[in-house]
């Protein structure tokens, strides 16, 4: 008999008084999830609680007759919880507020093909599927792809900006959206974004001496990371080429791996959870530097995907772009933990709303610098100015101004002021403390699969150099030839001249 089934006297049990008492035993944990996966599957629960008595009371004021009100666009979905890898695997429901399609797709977002089959919607127009399948990983890798679209859009929204968040191939003409391939690369230890495909590709993996697979796009922190290279892509063409200054590559990894910790933030549970581990003090960040340490392990790195725990400075660092990156992450999650210090009051308000609202304001303000720091080259130094002329231009308070200078004159990234010690606003654009060393060439090896793809390497310009020099060398020794198809690219025709 399988542990916790009922044994045939346990059933009604008399108590002292006589009242029979029916024993209800606790069910076993295989019931249990087969219990609440075949609820998740047969009725989704309603958002906002309480919906039946709600739904009944507005069809008690419309009269019975009344058409029933046709449902709002946006899909609930179920989706992995956090990384999987952590722990016990947990899956969630969430509601995605716009149009979804059968993919799932909607504008910007669509499967990619050859790939998993389309996953249809049930009758709700919910993407509820069982877990462990091809179909949940779609839907969950489509929902991550999805919120941290919408979250970057929201963002700019809330700061009066019309503007769209291209990819970096969107044009008035091309307005394909990003192609997602949740097993898009089988047996690699790597997930990237890829310009020239339109995509993003997850690896899976068994890692060595174990059984279990391990699939990068079940990874929140992963598919975040992957997809905020895209949209900073459509931004900054220029800051993905590998042969950009160092920093300029750190920027594209940290906003990667703060997208990932801005995108847990957005997500009031995952606040509370953090308000609850840390007791409302950031620096004790064990669940957020924590949170994709087991995949990173797993991916080959000696820490996790993110380290932003680390107190290494821009001196440190090097070319090592990983390295720089994560000065980067380190320095914004220290004026994170300082705004919201600064801003908790438990008395007037919960402290998983004030952090919620920190990060919204923080995440935003990150994207709007990013967004006006140079095309080309862009430093650190760049990217914290503007911070700074943004907040004060949001009119902030004073404070909010200094933790960004500190926290950035302590990783070597701006010379302090001696002026600007206090919560005075500093005069002028503040100058960059470690600048790149002239023509230093970047380190990617241990970053993500995004910055070793060879297409921003310009690899195809490398080799044709060659195949040029090699040309001229056989036209000044006699070796004239018939043109044959070229071994490596058509030259431009501009080139040929
Ligand atoms: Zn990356």
Not at 208 to 220: D, I, L, N, Q
């Amino acid at each position: 008999m399988e542990p916790g089934a009922l044994l045939p006297a346990e059933l009604d049990t008399p108590t002292r008084d006589q009242t029979p008492v029916r024993f209800i035993p606790t069910p076993s944990a295989p019931y249990q999830q087969q219990h609440r996966i075949a609820r998740l599957l047969e009725q989704p629960a309603e958002p906002g609680g309480e919906p039946q008595a709600v739904a009944a009371a507005e069809a008690d004021d419309e009269g019975a007759d009344a058409p029933p009100l046709p449902h709002a666009f946006g899909a609930r979905v179920l989706m992995w919880k956090q990384d999987p890898s952590v722990g016990e695997i947990g899956t969630r429901r969430a509601y995605l507020p716009g149009p979804v399609l059968a993919g799932p797709r909607d504008a910007r977002i669509a499967p990619g093909s050859p790939g998993i089959d389309a996953v249809e919607p049930n009758a709700f127009g919910d993407f509820v599927t069982q877990p462990d399948t091809p179909q949940f990983d779609a839907v969950h890798t489509f929902a991550v792809v999805r919120q941290t679209l919408t979250m970057y859009q929201r963002a700019l929204l809330v700061a009066g900006l019309q503007m769209p968040l291209p990819w970096q191939w969107n044009t008035s003409m091309d307005t394909r959206p990003l192609a997602v391939f949740p097993y898009g690369l089988p047996n690699v230890m790597n997930a990237f974004y890829s310009r020239t495909q339109g995509c993003l590709k997850f690896g899976d993996f068994v890692p060595a001496g174990e059984e279990a697979r391990v699939y990068t796009c079940r990874s929140f922190d992963i598919v975040a990371h992957e997809t905020a290279h895209a949209v900073l892509d459509g931004l900054k063409p220029q800051w993905l080429l590998a042969d950009a200054p160092p920093q300029t590559g750190g920027l594209h990894e940290a906003f990667g791996d703060l997208t990932a910790i801005f995108l847990a933030l957005s997500q009031l549970d995952q606040c509370e959870a953090v308000v609850a581990q840390t007791k409302a003090h950031l620096h004790d960040k064990t669940f957020l530097s924590d949170i994709a340490e087991q995949f990173g392990l797993a991916l080959g790195g000696s820490t996790g995907l993110r380290n932003a725990d680390n107190d290494l400075t821009l001196g440190q660092a090097g070319t090592q772009v990983h390295a720089i990156s994560q000065v980067f992450t380190g320095a914004m999650y220290d004026v994170l933990a300082d705004m919201f210090a600064y801003e908790r009051n438990p008395l007037l308000d919960d402290d998983a709303a004030v952090l919620h609202r920190v990060a919204a304001y923080l995440r935003g303000l990150l994207l709007r610098a990013l967004i006006a720091a140079p095309d080309s080259a862009a430093s650190y130094v760049d990217v914290v100015n503007e911070m700074l002329r943004i907040v004060a231009e949001d009119g902030r308070p004073a404070p909010y101004a200094a933790f960004i200078r500190n926290q950035f004159a302590r990783r070597d990234v701006v010379e302090q002021p001696q002026s600007a010690a206090g919560a005075a606003p500093a005069a002028g654009p503040l100058a960059p403390k470690v600048c790149d060393k002239p023509g230093a060439r970047q380190d990617r090896r241990a970053c993500c699969g995004t910055m070793n793809l060879p297409e921003y390497h310009r690899v195809d310009k490398v080799l044709d150099g060659e195949a040029r020099a090699l040309a001229r060398w056989c036209a000044a020794n006699g070796r004239m030839g018939e043109c044959v198809v070229p071994v490596v690219a058509e030259p431009a025709a501009a080139d040929r001249s």
